[in-house]
């Protein structure tokens, strides 16, 4: 049996699902697509027409089809580029995060002043009637137009003005269009071109746009097709302009408003918003789908979520970029650089959809709690905006203005129902909530307002109208955080020391000990490398200066030290925690407890300086929600202590120290202190 007999043998088309071919057919033209994503679904429907709908091939080419059709080839919302209006609206939302919304505002008024600005174009045809109306529909656009009749006469205008965009006739006698913009992009790499011909071939279009032709348009022109591809092409201009290096990165620990900070700026430019977490993402076709050729084959998720957006310009934030993984189902990172360069995400190609599609007009907004992570080809790309803890105050503050109204209205209740006292709110902050940003405070909020509709409903128990902190003990239960400062009380060999960790500031307890050995330096409580070499260089720096502590210089011999870090289950690493073994050290070894309402931090270097330490507030705000009284920090630090905000720098006191030796006068408690205590409470 011949092939061409088989051929002939498959089932006629159904006439219903013929006319779901027509109807797709007919969706082709009403989507406008580009012309390149054109021609590979036609030839798809084509395909189809020839296939047998009881196969499976045929409904997965039409569930292609429909999410091809789907994707918003053109659909852009119209952005409201009003500054006043978007500080007005970031203000509204958030409070306090003064630098975030500044810096996002000026990130704004750099490409809202490059689109305000009238567009230089200049239009070259040989025929002067060509020449008028395109200059007439153009300027009528409020763009700045200049004509020339021929190539030559083109390069004499540049010789004066760079135009953003040049809109040449490719049939020219001398020099055609093609040439003249290979003469003048060896010049100036950023203008764009539109070629026009009476002549139009495929050939020439793909000729054209092979050699840098941003669009290629057959004459006689449609006027609306010209307008409507000159905004394009200087949109995609203007995007590139803007996005080139400055994808914005809001770096941070969780819960302080990166998300929300990213939802409004979509609010305040009328943008929509997509989010797409990046947490624990493995294989890099969930960014950037399976081929078709697999069974069961999606797209990436990039574009299933601008297809669920509608639009090609949203806001589309990338959560937690540094929690990507990476293994042997490729690199999503890569991906990534892919998406986030101007350069490049014009063309982003994902692997099911198999056409490229345009995400240079999307803004890019990533997110990340620990930017060290990030690769750094990754990091270039982008612009960090640091997020950083909140104050005690400024929770209360954030809490009574947005958590709790919000809250309240989630769970049915009004704020003249309910309000919550200032010491209720002293306690919720304190006493169930030990973190850098708001997420158990809101959610603590919320329990209570569930816990008052119950009351509110069973209606045999008094509704109260305000909490006041016995309600928030009834209600939520004993405190969950105690200040195990006081609990641990005052031990030689235990300093209290303050480190940054991807979740904010943290405290650590550096517990020590010494016994009968070899000479070995044990440290456990999964401390990262640069931490046991801290351990080691404090070791090294006490023994080479053990006299000028009274400590006697053997020490060591016939001995092992063991350095023990506790408590939480992050692993701790960084250079800023090696003061505070040095101090545990010295307190171990000479019997003298550290004040335990003291703690420090500091780089140790070999010759006992200390180094100056990064992550200031969140570290001085960790010491004041565990009951810290006094912040030890490197007097070289001091510049960034003064540019503290006052609400901070109230928090605790604060000593500067450039030396073991200052460190070890002020925060070990001496004979003399403990006799000054037992004197007082001996009077007491
Ligand atoms: P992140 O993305 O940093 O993890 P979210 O954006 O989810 O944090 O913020 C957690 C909650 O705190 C959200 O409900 C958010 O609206 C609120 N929030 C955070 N910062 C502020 C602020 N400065 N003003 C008002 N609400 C805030």
Known sequence: MSIFKKTEEVPKVPDSDLSRLDELRRAVNEVFLPEHACKSVIKEIDRLEKTDPSLAEYSIGLNYLDFILALPWNNTSGENLDLGRAERILDGEHLGLDHVKERILEHMAAGIMFSKKPSKILVVD?????????????????????????GQAALELFEHTEFDLVVTDL???????????????????HTRFIITTGYATVETAVDALKKGAAHYLPKPLKLDTLRQTVKEVLNRKRTIHMARGTVLCFAGPPGIGKTSVGRSIAHAFDRKFVGLSMAGLRDEAELRGHRRTYVGALPGRILTELQRAGVKNPVFMLDEIDKIGQDFRGDPASILLEVLDPQQNDRFLDYYADIPFDLSQVMFITTANAVEKLPPPLLDRMEIIPFSSYTIGEKKRIARDYLIPRQLKAHGLDETDLTFTETALDGIVQGYTREAGLRNLERAIASICRKMDRIILSQDVEVPQEIDEGDVLRFLGPPKIVHEIRENGERPGVATGLVWTEFG????????????????LITTGSLGEVLKESAQTALSFIRSSAEQFGIDPNFFKGNDIHIHIPAGSVPKDGPSAGITIALALISLLTGHPVRNDVAVSGELTLSGRLLPVSGLREKILAAQQAGIKTVILPARNEVGIEALDREVKESAAIVPADSVETVVNFALRRQEDSDDRRSEVMKA
Do not use: P, W, Y
């Open 126 to 150: 040989d025929e002067s009637i060509a020449l008028e109306n395109i200059r007439h529909v153009l300027t009528k656009e409020n763009h700045d137009v200049s004509i020339a009749g021929n």
């Open 171 to 189: 049939k020219m006698e001398k020099m055609n269009g093609i040439q003249l913009m290979e003469r003048v992009q060896q010049k100036f790499h």
């Open 505 to 520: 500031g943290q405290i650590i307890f550096v517990e020590t000990a010494l016994m009968k050995g070899n000479q070995n």
